[in-house]
């Protein structure tokens, strides 16, 4: 997937992955009260959405279900972030991610594992 999912989809998304399937109508209902946008700011990110081949609208009731799951989504931001802001280098991010903030023994095995499991 080619598409940027911008600070706005993202938080659209949020609500669809969590509630799916929802109307486009709960979504605007939850970010009315979650994130203060009016109907038309939510309907305007929901056609967005859809356009980009992020989310599905079916009638009746405009209901909105994900074409791309949370940790798909997860996975392709941050290899995003990795080639942009750290150069292609997986090192480079564990290393600004590990640095300044200690971790506990358990988050170290967990980690491990998770390498050794590669």
């Avoid at 209902?29 to 038309?40: D, G, P, S």
């Avoid at 074409?67 to 080639?83: C, T, W």
């Avoid at 292609?88 to 358990?106: C, H, M, V, W």
Wanted: glycine share 4%.
């Amino acid at each position: 997937m080619k598409e940027k999912l911008f600070d706005s989809e993202a938080k659209v998304m949020e609500i669809i992955w969590a509630k799916s399937p929802i109307s486009a109508k709960d979504i605007s209902l939850i970010a009315a009260e979650t994130i203060a946008w009016n109907k038309n700011t939510t309907y305007t990110v929901i056609k967005k959405l859809e356009a980009k081949g992020f989310i599905q609208r079916d009638d009746p009731g405009f209901i909105c279900t994900p074409l791309v799951s949370q940790s798909q989504m997860q996975k392709i931001e941050a290899a995003s972030l990795v080639n942009k802001v750290f150069g292609g280098s997986r090192k480079a991010l564990f290393s600004a991610l590990l640095e300044d903030e200690p971790l506990s023994k358990e988050e170290i095995n967990e980690l491990r594992k998770l390498i050794d499991n590669r």
